[in-house]
């Protein structure tokens, strides 16, 4: 009896307690029954309503960033922020909320500095390996989820330059060197990660290929050439993801700062693909108030050099047109309705660490290129191998990832700095280990070549762990492993025929080894769960099915600019510049290579490569046959692919065109592709609808695509050197 007096007691207490707190809650804001408040109004009026209520010191205050940690600039609404790269002012009195932004290019970066935790994903490079569009929107989807749990309601990752210079620092945040395979990719990632009711960003438009000079760098390029290769990439990523912001980039493009350029920001991006969202400049890449703001720079970051008083008193002498700024102002306050910002405000909450790291873990398997594997190397069996010999920096305690703002801080690591080295806490040996209990497995750093040699020449099977780290605010001189890894591994190769490298890199190596040893594998900046996804590769469990989206060349003198063009001597050094105030840019590259870049430079030039794009081995192999090409408004390519080995696999099926010999192109490009799950024995029919835009060329002329008349060669195969089945027909 007593039990139900005290349940009865406490259930009165509570029910006081409810009544009592009910008394002293806060009354809905005015704004919550306000007009722009009604869900049932497209995205474009609510922000119209919106406008119509705000002050000009308001507007003012949207169009540009409140600083970010140690950015350097005084900052009276700094205790407003988050701890991310940095946030664009709300107006509370109007329920439109704070835009809070953080780096997000493959995790959420600083979260050592709130005291979080972030997944760190395979690096963009690594996941387009999968060429698989579910696998990106899982991508993204778990970056916008941590996004909001950390409190963040804008992603600032969403790269997409392709990669026409390999040595770029930053070639580990973007998706390889085909337009349409990239622009695929982003634009279903973003188009999940905005799903979760973030701001999804895409970047950096456009021709951010280098890092050396990147604040005073004059990309030179033709408007055909720039349409077909960086712009088509991103038209395709706006197109699938609908993302709410596009970032400028640093350098100038024939001449104007990509942030004040008409022809880029307004002429193509607005104009052409009627792009409704806001643009962002990239971190200190805004260059004037006028000049940007006619141009189309909707917002200046991370502070207010141009947009903030500046901008004011342009509008109040009448340089600037209220109109201009009103403007500006709805794009931002559309893209956060449209983005559910405002229907949906964040409220921090825990991470799903199991459940993201197992999705990390999966994106990883599906990432890895097997590139070698002679006299069926791999998989080990785990039963059958008695020694194993680990050895390479940091294979004993984790796997390394890429640099800059990209850098997602590791668990219990402090928050990276600037230039660091981070390896994430993912242990290849302990992986190793877990998978052949059995086995006697031992370690050797590799500083010392040849004390390596004597551990690998006593073992089984020898895996050499090389890396290459990679940052933005730099490139790489070459794309030579440092520090005498070539050596490492030639010393182990000579002392074991059964060498595996695998390696961690964030862009192409070279590989004077490649003939020595029985077996690469390519596992790229792997990842929080990196390790175990190796592991599994390696002993079989997953039958590796990606494949490269980057060529590997044999050596930086087949690059289309052997020789890095670097900026004047009195240039910034590798760390990135708080803001520059420069009027036009300094030193010119000159991208003649024009439409050849990756793989259609080196069949244009006959360049043979150490591993062609599309390349990728499996455990099984696959056949094609029964090849038929559909003409019409929307081409189909149909065909046969066969499992002809012994294991289950995923095999991507990729189809090439040759356009006729007047389009003057390279002789082929990827035009579609489909991944496809066989059984041993299993055969299946695919079917390819190709986008006429994929199949036309860019006339400067009438400023649009065109298809060119005449007889166009498809190819279909497992890369883009393998391909065995061949069809022409006439389109018109």
Same mark, same amino acid.
């Given at each position: ?33 306000? =007009? ?42 700094? &205790? ?18 704070? !835009? ?79 337009? !349409? ?111 940007? +703001? ?16 500046? &901008? ?25 309705? =449209? ?316 189809? &090439? ?62 890369? +883009? ?12």
């Amino acid at each position: 009896m007593r039990k139900y007096s005290l349940f009865a007691v406490a259930a009165l207490f509570l029910a006081a307690f409810v009544a009592h707190a009910q008394r002293f809650q806060r009354p809905a804001p005015a704004w919550a029954h306000a =007009a722009w408040m009604n869900q049932s109004l497209s995205a474009g009026e609510r922000a119209d309503l919106v406008l119509k209520q705000m002050t000009l010191d308001e507007k003012i205050g949207m169009i540009h960033g409140e600083g970010m940690a140690g950015w350097g600039q005084p900052n009276a609404f700094a &205790y407003l922020g988050n701890g991310g790269a940095g946030f664009t002012l709300g107006v509370d009195r109007l329920g439109i909320p704070i !835009i809070q932004m953080s780096d997000a290019a493959y995790g959420v970066r600083s979260s050592a500095m709130n005291g979080r935790y972030s997944t760190a994903l395979p690096s963009n490079l690594g996941a387009s390996s999968s060429w698989d569009t579910d696998a990106a929107c899982e991508y993204g989807a778990l970056i916008g989820r941590e996004l909001r749990a950390q409190g963040y309601n804008m992603t600032l990752g969403g790269g997409v330059n392709i990669t026409r210079e390999p040595r770029n620092g930053r070639t580990f945040e973007y998706q390889g060197e085909d337009p !349409i395979l990239a622009g695929t990719l982003v634009g279903n990632r973003i188009r999940c990660e905005q799903a979760q009711h973030v701001i999804g960003d895409i970047k950096h438009y456009a021709v951010n290929d280098q890092e050396s000079g990147r604040n005073e760098v004059n990309a030179i390029i033709s408007k055909r050439a720039l349409q077909e290769t960086d712009l088509m990439a991103f038209h395709i990523g706006i197109e699938i993801g609908n993302p709410q912001a596009v970032m400028c980039s640093y350098n100038a493009i024939n001449g104007d700062f990509a942030c004040e350029n008409k022809y880029t920001l307004t002429d193509v991006l607005r104009k052409q693909w009627g792009f409704k969202g806001f643009v962002l400049s990239d971190w200190g890449g805004t260059h004037s108030t006028e000049k940007a +703001s006619a141009a189309g720079l909707d917002n200046e970051e991370p502070g207010q050099v141009f947009y903030g008083e500046a &901008y004011k008193q342009a509008v109040e002498s009448g340089k600037i047109p209220m109109s201009e700024l009103d403007e500006h102002v709805r794009r931002i306050l559309r893209a956060e309705f =449209a983005a559910g910002l405002v229907d949906h405000p964040v409220h921090k909450s825990v991470v799903d660490v199991f459940g993201d790291l197992a999705i990390a873990r999966h994106i990883e398997e599906q990432s890895i290129v097997l590139l070698r594997n002679e006299h069926h190397q791999l998989p080990l069996n785990a039963s059958a191998v008695k020694t194993i010999a680990v050895i390479g920096d940091h294979a004993d305690s984790g796997m390394l990832s890429g640099g800059g703002s990209a850098q997602v801080d590791p668990p219990g690591h402090h928050q990276a700095r600037w230039g660091e080295h981070v390896w994430f806490p993912t242990s290849p040996l302990k992986a190793i280990q877990a998978m052949a209990p059995n086995a006697q497995v031992s370690f050797d750093a590799g500083s010392d070549p040849q004390a390596a040699a004597t551990l690998a020449a006593k073992a089984d099977v020898a895996l050499v762990f090389v890396n290459q780290w990679t940052s933005e605010g730099m490139d790489l001189n070459d794309l030579t492993l440092a520090n005498n890894q070539d050596g490492l591994v030639e010393a182990v190769a000579k002392a074991n025929p059964h060498t595996v490298v695998v390696v961690e890199s964030g862009t192409v190596v070279t590989m004077p080894w490649v003939d020595q040893v029985s077996g690469i594998v390519e596992a790229w900046y792997a990842g929080s769960d990196g390790a175990a996804a190796l592991a599994n590769v390696l002993f079989g469990k997953v039958n590796p099915s990606a494949k490269l989206t980057v060529t590997f060349p044999l050596s930086v003198a087949d690059l289309p600019h052997p020789t890095l063009v670097k900026p004047p001597a009195h240039s910034e050094g590798a760390a990135p510049v708080q803001r520059h105030v420069l009027t036009s840019p300094t030193f010119s590259v000159n991208y003649d290579e024009g439409i050849e870049v990756g793989y259609k430079w080196y069949d244009a030039q006959k360049k043979p490569v150490l591993f062609p794009f599309g390349y990728g081995l499996s455990y099984t192999t696959y056949s094609y046959s029964g090849l038929k090409v559909t003409p019409g408004a929307k081409p189909t390519v149909s065909f046969t692919v066969k499992n002809t080995g012994s294991r289950a696999g995923v095999e991507i099926a990729e189809v &090439y065109a040759a356009l006729p010999p007047s389009a003057n192109e390279p002789p082929k490009r990827l035009v579609g592709w489909s991944r496809v799950t066989l059984n041993p024995g299993e055969s299946k029919q695919v079917t390819v609808s190709i986008d006429p835009m994929y199949l036309s060329i860019f006339d400067e002329a009438s400023n649009v695509f065109k298809l060119v008349p005449g007889s166009y060669g498809f190819m279909v195969g497992g890369s +883009s050197q393998s391909l065995p089945l061949h069809k022409s027909v006439t389109l018109e």
